[in-house]
């Protein structure tokens, strides 16, 4: 989403220094509009051709947009399925870990009470493994929910953004050809190379203020990761509390003998 708020800013730019260039390349002085108000000004005269400049600014904005949007889309679901490969690859290295440990426990018991103790312990280590994986899988999936619809509500937006701004461009430009269409002579095409500049400096501040909300996004985001990493938080201290309540209670099952279930 950063990466789309920059291209924003650069396209936009680059696109105001279009239509500047558009309407400042044939000025009109006072003086001149005087000596000859009944000649077609070369403003009106080349308005018409000048106009497919903004065309292709216009244009590249909203394809950029989409293919920016697109990239972003990629990059996320890619992060996301290098991050579940990870979790799984580290889910079965513990699992593989703990059995052996398990294992190897299950030598030390030499009664019978000892060996219930052992399976009980066992049985509450799983449980707590189980425990804390469906924590992490429900905070996790909670973030990507909420990450995606941070995304989605950008992309409706900022494509709204877009549209309104190449709406009242185009608006602009049409109503300054229907004006030279009524009155193309230099006198005239002062009043309407002026308006014109005034609504192309109107649909871009509009267009930056509306902007204004993409300020908003990274806190939306940064609430997303701190309610998730909490409740990584909460479930890795339920674990702990968990194991370690397992390994007290293994511990006095064998009494004197507890040294050998360190």
């Known amino acids: 989403m950063k990466q789309i708020s920059n291209l924003f800013a650069r396209i936009s730019l680059g696109l105001w220094a279009v239509l500047m260039g558009l309407i400042l390349a044939v000025p009109v002085t006072v003086q001149a509009a005087a000596a000859t108000s009944d000649r077609q000004s070369p403003f009106c005269a080349n308005l018409s051709t000048d106009v497919g400049k903004v065309s292709g600014p216009l244009t590249s904005l909203q394809a950029k947009l989409n293919t920016a949007q697109q990239d972003q889309t990629q990059k996320v679901t890619a992060d996301r399925a ?19 440990n398990f294992t190897k426990l299950d030598t030390k018991g030499t009664t019978d ?16 493994v189980a425990a804390r994986r469906a924590a992490y899988d429900a905070a996790r999936t909670a973030y ?24 009242a461009v185009n608006a602009a430009i049409a109503t300054a050809q229907a004006s030279c269409a009524a ?6 095409s002062q009043t309407i190379r002026s308006t014109l500049m005034a609504s192309l400096k109107t649909a871009r501040l509009n267009f930056q203020s509306t902007r204004k909300s993409d300020a908003t996004i990274g806190s939306q985001v ?12 909460a479930a890795d201290a339920a674990f702990k509390d968990s194991t370690a309540a397992a390994r007290a209670a293994l511990k006095a099952a064998f009494g004197s003998q507890a040294s050998e279930v360190d």
């Open 113 to 128: 009470a000892q060996k219930a103790a052992i399976v009980t312990y066992q049985n509450a280590i799983k449980s707590a």
């Open 144 to 167: 990507r929910t909420g990450l995606d619809s941070v995304i989605a509500s950008h992309k409706n937006t900022s494509g709204s953004q877009v549209a309104t701004f190449a709406d």
């Open 222 to 233: 940064k609430q997303l990761v701190q309610t998730r990493n909490a409740a990584f938080k």
């Open 183 to 188: 009155d193309s002579s230099v006198a005239a």
């Open 82 to 100: 290098k991050e579940d490969a990870d979790v799984q690859a580290n889910r079965q290295k513990w699992d593989e870990d703990r059995q052996t």
